[in-house]
């Protein structure tokens, strides 16, 4: 087999990235038969909580009056103030952009509605395959709440999730706000009290193996707080240790925790409110040393827990670092974490999702995640190779297909 001589790496790199399929292992999409709750087109792109919190920034709207508006216009002013009136330069504005440009629309306009009019004349079933195309990726797993009334009773009435879409059992109202939440399930006839006396915890075990049923999910998952500590006496504590984790043990799944979010620091800006923390990493390492036979997949959201997480996953081999986590999902980040892991741990790691809470942006994120990650891993077989060991496209395709594909499927089988 043909070693590769370095000049070329970055473009084999970037050519086998490029021809491989990748499994988008957390978005917020869903299926078609989910219906309205599934995202698409250019208003809901336009509409995105990454959008909506640099319109503030560069528009005198006050985010009050902005909720007040429809959401065509909501999307307009978006439009005119971040992509007619500014050069749409950061991430999330340069994506909208890109999508344009790969669906073949003019991104120059100053009137949306021939995009509109674009968007109006899909039809669902063959519009998906085709985003997944531009996209390359072969599936996305979605994010699935069984407390969200709406999605449950999609659920309840026997959906089909068809092949472009694995589900994800989300539980962060029930970990994170049980006050708020451990009525609904009494009062879909589970025995459970608020202090998780009694019969809650083995209560809370049916109600997520009925859960764990209907949605054959690939996973478990959690968003945590900065403040999230394990273990604490608090009701988290109870309900992690004691039924979801026992859980997951009972159906092979992982479980993934999602670490460092601050909701709503400023609620007057809705989803786009939500800020970031260093996170105490000792709760990981608690988790990951007492239950061996757990595993966990763990995308932390402050960059300064990065290196952290690199070395825990040295010691924890039922640990899986994935993704670059939301407003870590920009070029320059993306190649510094993704840098370090291939030097800490190898392969061995998932570096990105995608979070796409909108059809389409799977093709702007995984575009430039690719463009992010290429000259990473060419610059990790330029040192190989000059330090002696020559590299092949087989080589890189095992590599890519193993970061991509297989780390993930060999996690979820536990193989
Ligand atoms: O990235 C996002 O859109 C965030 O709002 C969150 O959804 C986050 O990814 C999460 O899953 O909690
Ligand atoms: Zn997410």
Known sequence: ????????????????????????????????????????????LLTYHYLEAELFRSSSIHPSKYWLLSQTQRADLVWKTLFVENPPVSEATRGVVAILQALGLDSNARSLAPVREYFQNQKLADHIPRV?????ISEAVMTNDPLDPEEAAIWSAGVDTGPFFRAALRLDRIINEWDAHWSVIAAQGYTVQQDCGGQTLSEIRRFLAAWVTRMQPVYMAVSLPD????????ARTHLIRDAVLPTCREFNMPMALMIGVRRQVNPLLKNAGDAVGIADLRSLENLSREFPDNRFLVSVLSRENQHELCVYARKFFNLLPFGCWWFLNNPSLVAEITRMRVEMLGMSFIPQHSDARVLEQVIYKWRSSRRSIAPVLAKAYELLTVDGRAVTREDIQGDVSRLFRTNFQRFLENS
Request: without cysteine; hydrophobic residues 45%; glycine residues 10%.
């Open 1 to 44: 087999m043909n070693s590769i001589a370095v000049q070329s790496l970055e473009t084999t790199v970037s050519e086998v990235l490029d021809g491989t399929p990748f499994i988008d292992i957390h978005t917020h999409l869903f299926a078609p038969g989910f219906g309205k709750i599934g995202l698409w087109g250019i208003d809901e």
């Open 132 to 136: 997944f195309k531009l996209a390359g």
């Open 227 to 234: 403040s999230f500590l394990f273990p604490v006496e608090d």
